[in-house]
C-alpha cells in the first residue's frame, strides 16, 4: 500500500502536490511554483563516494543502502536488540529526554521507517499533555471560587502533537506500519516515502527533526543538513543520534573486535546477511566524528550546535536550532 503522501498538508488550503516528470512528489504552497522548488539532481561529472571500505560512484551509494535496508527490515528491531544487548533503546530515550518535546509540536522523523523515535514522540507528548491536564484541573479547582477566574483554562488546551515518518525505503516504512497497527497507532503517524537530501515537503514545516542511525547513510551529509534546515521553522530544533568515535582507547578496541568480529556473525546467524551488518559496521567508521559533524552543522546553518556522548561516545547526540 503506497504512502498516503496526498493526505499530509500542514495548512490544507494552501498546500498542494507536484508530480514530476520523474514520478517523484512535491509539497509546495501556490506561492512557491514548482520551477522554483530544490534540486539536487543537476551537477557535473559524477564524483566517487563510500560504501562502508568500499569505494563506489556516488549515484550507486543510495541504490546499495537501498538494498541493505530492503534485506534488514524484517529483522531489523531484532537485530538492534542483539547488536546492541536492548542499549539501543536507552539511546533512543535519552533522545526523546534531550528533546522534551511539548504537546502541539510538530515531527519529521528521517530515515525512521520503523517507527522507533515516532512512537516514543507521541507516548511522551501524550504524558506532557496528560500532565498538563491535571494542573489545568488542579488549578481550576483552586480558582473556582473566584468570579474572575471562572472558565479559566477551559478553552485552547494543549493541542495534539503531529508526527511524519520520511524513509526512502519502502519495506523499512511497512514494517514501521505494522508496529503502528499493532500499537493502535495507526491514525496517528502519517509515512512518507522521500529522500532525506531531497525532502518532499515545503519550507519552514516543522518544530523538530530528528534522524537517527540514518544520516551517516546518505551520499551527501551536507545536502540532508541543508534539507532539515529548510523545512524546519524558525526556531526548529535539528536532533540527531548516531553512531559515533569512542573516545576511551580501550573500549574503542573492546567496541572494534565485537563490531567486526561479532555484529556480522549475528547478521548471518538471525537475518542470513553478512554483507548488509559488515556494510553497517564499516558505515561507522567512515562517518564523522563528534567534532566534525559539529562543524558541519555549522555550516549547514545551524546556531548553537552542540553534541554529547552516550556510552563512552558509542553514539552521540548532535542538536542545533534554525534562527
Known sequence: MAAPIVRWVLHPSTTAVFLSAAGSRRLFSPGCAPPSCRSFSDGAAEKNTHFGFETVPEGEKSKKVYKVFENVAPKYDVMND??????????????????????GV?????????????????????????????????????????????????????????????????????????????????????????????????????????????????????????????VLKPGGRFMCLEFSKVTNPILARLYDAYSFQVIPVL???????????????????????????????????FCCARYHNLTGGVVSIHSGFKL
Open 82 to 103: 542483539a547488536m546492541s544487548l536492548g542499549i539501543h533503546r536507552l539511546w533512543k530515550d535519552a533522545l526523546l529526554h534531550a528533546m522534551h518535546p511539548q504537546p
Open 106 to 230: 510538530h515531527l519529521l522523523d528521517v530515515a525512521g521507517g520503523t517507527g522507533d523515535i515516532a512512537f516514543r514522540f507521541l507516548e511522551y507528548t501524550s504524558s506532557q499533555k496528560e500532565r498538563q491536564a491535571r494542573r489545568t484541573a488542579s488549578w481550576q479547582d483552586m480558582s473556582h471560587n473566584y468570579p474572575g477566574n471562572r472558565g479559566e483554562g477551559e478553552e485552547g488546551g494543549a493541542r495534539d502533537s503531529r508526527v511524519v515518518v520520511c524513509d526512502i525505503n519502502k519495506e523499512m516504512l511497512k514494517v514501521g506500519k505494522q508496529k503502528a497497527h499493532h500499537e493502535g497507532l495507526a491514525s496517528d503517524v502519517l509515512w512518507v516515502v522521500g529522500d532525506a537530501e531531497e525532502l518532499p515537503f515545503d519550507d519552514n514545516q516543522f518544530d523538530i527533526y530528528t534522524i537517527a542511525f540514518g544520516l551517516r547513510n546518505v551520499t551527501h551529509v551536507e545536502l540532508a543538513l541543508q534539507e532539515a534546515l529548510r
Open 267 to 301: 547478521g548471518e546467524v538471525i537475518a542470513g546477511d553478512w554483507k548488509s551488518y559488515q556494510y553497517l559496521v564499516e558505515s561507522i567508521r567512515k562517518f564523522p566524528a563528534q567534532e566534525e559533524l559539529k562543524e558541519l552543522l555549522e555550516e549547514a546553518g
